[in-house]
């Protein structure tokens, strides 16, 4: 028990190291400040603190990274432009008429995948070869427009 009191900062900076492995699991950036927090006060153990300023210094760290640090990173972390997946990707993208497209159906070929289209403008009527842009997808069905020159 003599060890546990005079190395009791091994203790904390294991206890900071599992954290940060927990944190690399999970990947939240809560266990990360826990893990800061036992770094911490492994620090202040190692200077010969009494017991109870490491786990001051734990506490008030955990919380002061929590409340103030983490927002700030996990904002930057999911700011930014959202990638458009799966069908939507589509959007924007160049279709050429294979097949008559008007208000009851048409075919189009989008890269290298056919695909159904009708217009946008139901009273619009687009011949083989044409050049359209793909407006929106509806499901499986391509709403395409006239590609402006």
């Known amino acids: 028990m003599d060890w546990f009191g005079d190395d009791i900062w091994v ?9 940060c492995l927990i944190e690399l699991a999970s990947g939240e950036l809560i266990f990360l400040m826990f893990g ?9 153990a190692a200077a010969g603190a ?11 760290v955990s919380v002061a990274l929590l409340a103030l640090v983490r927002p700030r990173i996990a904002a930057r972390v999911h700011d930014g432009p959202s990638l458009p997946v ?10 050429i008429v294979e097949e008559v497209v008007n208000r009851h159906a048409g075919r189009v070929l989008i890269g290298d995948v056919h695909w159904t289209a ?10 083989p070869g044409d050049e359209l842009l793909v ?7 391509a709403r395409v427009v006239r590609k402006e020159s």
């Open 135 to 141: 407006a929106a997808i509806d499901g499986a069905i």
């Open 86 to 95: 799966g069908q939507q990707a589509l959007v924007g993208q160049l279709a």
């Open 50 to 60: 009494p017991m109870a300023l490491p786990l001051a210094i734990f506490g008030v």
């Open 36 to 44: 800061i927090a036992a770094f911490s006060a492994a620090v202040a």
């Open 11 to 19: 203790t904390w900076a294991a206890l900071g190291v599992l954290m």
């Open 118 to 127: 009708r217009p946008v403008d139901p009273e619009a009527t687009y011949e």
